[in-house]
């Protein structure tokens, strides 16, 4: 699935489809998100919700790991297609797309 939204284009992962975004808000995490700019810049995004994210954490540091990390890495109150797209929007007017190394 992949949205044009001047002035980038938005791709979901592979088999991102009705189910799989129906199911999204469920998972809580959506890596693989592809942010494309004008200008060619390709830039890689994994989203999260704080639920999943709190459970990441914990299973990380029962593993002995006390941290959580991911490149490209935004928190997001709801996994799903609204909310994905209004932070890369948000993402972009703020300039984060400028700050960070493309993929």
């Known amino acids: 699935m ?11 992962p592979q088999g991102y489809d ?19 700019l004008e200008d060619g810049a390709r830039h890689r995004l994994s989203f999260i ?9 914990a299973d990380n540091a ?3 790991h006390p941290y959580y990390a991911e490149k490209g890495f ?11 797209q209004l932070a890369v929007q948000g993402l972009r007017d703020e300039g984060y797309f400028h700050l960070g190394q493309p993929e």
């Open 2 to 12: 992949s949205a044009r939204l001047q002035p980038y284009t938005l791709s979901f």
């Open 18 to 36: 009705e189910q799989a975004e129906f199911e999204a808000p469920f998972r809580g995490y959506l890596p693989g998100v592809i942010v494309e």
């Open 49 to 57: 919700d704080l639920v999943r994210l709190k459970q990441g954490l």
């Open 62 to 64: 029962g593993a002995g």
């Open 74 to 84: 935004v928190v997001v109150p709801e996994v799903s297609t609204e909310a994905i």
